[in-house]
């Protein structure tokens, strides 16, 4: 794996479902209904039922893994900033873009953008990797 300050990272796109949403549900434990529940998601004010946060930042993780081989992820975080709306039919698209901020001390520093449809979907997201 070679990453050079100022490279542009192909973007990754990744379709999330209600099945995704109920298996990732099941696996993390988090079982608020606002990630199931059209009904419970619109009376709280959400568009309707929306990814877990944590989800959302799984596939950055994954993202940033196919960009560097699986290189050791040393800090990876974000500000939650929109929800990723998911509809009943179909899914909706989380794309993650990336460029190589800088590669210094063995390390490389990745600015990301998170988006869902137009929207970004997390504030100033960035992972650090250990080069190898």
């Excluded at 009904?39 to 944590?54: E, Q, S, Y």
């Excluded at 900033?81 to 063995?106: F, L, Q």
Aim: proline share 5%; charged share 20%.
């Amino acid at each position: 794996m070679t990453l050079t300050t100022g490279a542009e990272l192909a973007p990754q796109d990744y379709t999330i479902t209600r099945a995704d949403l109920r298996a990732y549900a099941e696996a993390s434990g988090d079982h608020n209904p606002i990630h199931q529940d059209e009904a419970v998601a619109t009376a709280v004010g959400l568009p309707g039922v929306i990814a877990h946060g944590m989800y959302t930042m799984a596939l950055v993780a994954r993202a940033v893994a196919t960009w560097t081989d699986g290189a050791e992820v040393v800090d990876l975080g974000c500000r939650f900033t929109a929800p990723v709306v998911v509809p009943a039919e179909g899914g909706a698209t989380v794309r993650v873009a990336g460029t190589v901020k800088a590669v210094e001390d063995g390390l490389a520093t990745l600015a990301l953008e998170v988006t869902s449809g137009e929207e970004k979907v997390l504030g100033a997201p960035k992972a650090v990797v250990r080069l190898g």
